[in-house]
């Protein structure tokens, strides 16, 4: 790759990145946001899946326009809407402000997904496809880590000082209110900073990005369109819309929101979840460091990598549906781990276990404090498996004038379900007061369901492979002859 095309990489996916951290700012805060706006986990969770279904919908949208339009004029056209957007946040004094802010960012961060995805699928080799995603998802990961440790950053509220054991959460927040007033805003600085950096880079995108050739991946394709003069021609049609659609491959690889309802839940509500039931703060972060150093290695290592790996190589041996098969394995396999993990429901401060039936000695307490973290670790190996799997399959499935569609399409319906995380998930703990089961039930009740639509994909993926493969062949051949007749 020459510099400018890696310059052109690197602006591109930095702007990428800062835009899909949006709601990483949020979550954080959103004890602070409660406190500061006067409202509580009901209307947050209203907030977040508004946010997540509109996301949702401008997926859909500029799925279906990045497989006809430059993704060049995308990428400047979410830039700029981003980064004005996050830095009126610092305006925000009201609720609805707060919504209606949030509803435009999200048609922001909706842009993202299939632009970035038809950006690399076209200038990574077809062989490689599952690796280049787990990167992509390893890089987006740490990202939101990034920006859920600058949101924090900002928050001086003493958790610490909040009796969480014998208040209720509402109770916590009320005090919150009493004692601090002055720090309340601070979640909004954030959105001002990263947003000048997003205008910054959005200016960069504009003299520098390149457009790369569409379907300069594919393997029939990545020899022939070197050359400028030869171009990957074909673009999506309306008509097209019914057969994609209607494949059975696709059906089941978009259709399945129940995967990602729990984990919609769980990370609307970690933030608060970690600080005000788990009672991780300041004085016993150790255990939280302790807790990271083991699922990170894990789930990202293993999740992210090796099983992104495993898939690349069940391709590149001749088995065409072998993504497929690794991205539903681990949806299968990660439903044990994690609801063992969750079942011990541990709190740090009283240091109990099993929703605070068993009290334990410090000694007890790290022994099952490890148990935990590597259930959970190894339950999030399998579920970080199969992001990379899945966005290739969806890939290799479709073909390349198709792709941002059905990326859109299957993202969409991911959206739709942690939406439907964030609201159950509200109410719940608003009517519960208890995150542990709330998140321990949802796991184990649209696990299952998701599970059924998962093992379908064993018997109906190999046909559309092959349906595919020969289509590309066929018109890399097409454009070879073209090409004879030229010279």
Not at 396 to 418: K, W
Request: proline fraction near 3%.
């Amino acid at each position: 790759m020459k510099k400018r095309e890696l310059l052109s990489l690197l602006i591109f996916l930095l702007l990428i990145l800062i835009i899909i951290i949006d709601n990483a700012l949020i979550l954080p805060n959103q004890v602070l946001i409660a406190a500061d706006l006067n409202i509580y986990f009901d209307v947050l969770g209203l907030v977040l899946g508004l946010y997540i279904i509109v996301t949702g919908i401008s997926l859909i949208t500029f799925g279906y326009l990045t497989d006809i339009l430059s993704r060049k004029k995308l990428i400047l056209f979410a830039g700029v809407l981003w980064s004005i957007i996050a830095i009126l946040h610092i305006t925000i004094i009201e609720f609805w402000q707060l919504l209606f802010l949030r509803i435009l960012a999200a048609i922001a961060t909706g842009v993202t997904t299939p632009l970035v995805i038809s950006y690399l699928a076209d200038i990574v080799s077809s062989d490689s496809r599952a690796k280049t995603f787990a990167v992509w998802s390893l890089f987006s990961t740490l990202a939101s880590l990034i920006g859920g440790i600058i949101a924090l950053m900002f928050n001086r509220i003493p958790f610490e000082r909040i009796d969480i054991e014998s208040e209720s959460i509402r109770a916590n927040i009320d005090f919150i209110k009493l004692n601090y007033p002055n720090l309340l805003s601070t979640w909004k600085y954030p959105f001002l900073i990263l947003g000048i950096l997003a205008l910054i880079l959005t200016i960069l995108n504009f003299f520098i990005t390149i457009e790369p050739k569409r379907a300069a991946g594919d393997k029939y394709f990545e020899d022939l369109l070197v050359e400028d003069k030869f171009r990957y021609s074909y673009k999506i049609k309306l008509r097209d819309l019914r057969y994609i659609f209607t494949r059975k491959s696709n059906f089941f690889l978009i259709i399945n929101l129940f995967d990602v309802v729990a984990s919609g839940l769980l990370v609307a509500y970690i933030f608060p979840y970690f600080e005000l039931e788990l009672g991780i703060n300041i004085t016993n972060i150790v255990t939280a460091i302790v807790l990271i150093l083991i699922i990170g290695p894990l789930g990202l290592i293993i999740g992210q990598f090796g099983l992104a790996h495993w898939g690349d190589k069940k391709v590149q041996k001749g088995d065409l549906s072998g993504r497929v098969k690794v991205a539903t394995i681990c949806s299968i396999l990660t439903l044990p781990f994690l609801l063992l993990a969750l079942s011990m429901a541990p709190n740090v401060s009283a240091q109990t276990f099993f929703f605070g039936r068993l009290n334990v000695d410090i000694m007890g307490f790290w022994i099952l404090w490890v148990i935990f973290s590597i259930l959970l670790g190894i339950g999030l190996a399998f579920t970080f498996g199969i992001a990379p799997n899945w966005y290739s399959s969806l890939i290799d499935v479709n073909l390349p004038e198709h792709r941002g569609t059905m990326v859109a399409m299957g993202s969409f319906i991911d959206t739709f379900g942690r939406a439907l995380g964030a609201i159950i998930g509200g109410f719940m703990v608003t009517i519960t007061d208890n995150f542990s089961a709330t998140i321990f039930w949802s796991t184990l009740i649209f696990g299952i369901i998701s599970t059924c639509f998962w093992i379908p994909l064993f018997f109906t993926c190999k046909k559309d492979f092959v349906e595919v493969d020969e289509i590309m062949k066929k018109r890399a051949i097409a454009l070879k002859d073209e090409k004879i007749l030229t010279e």
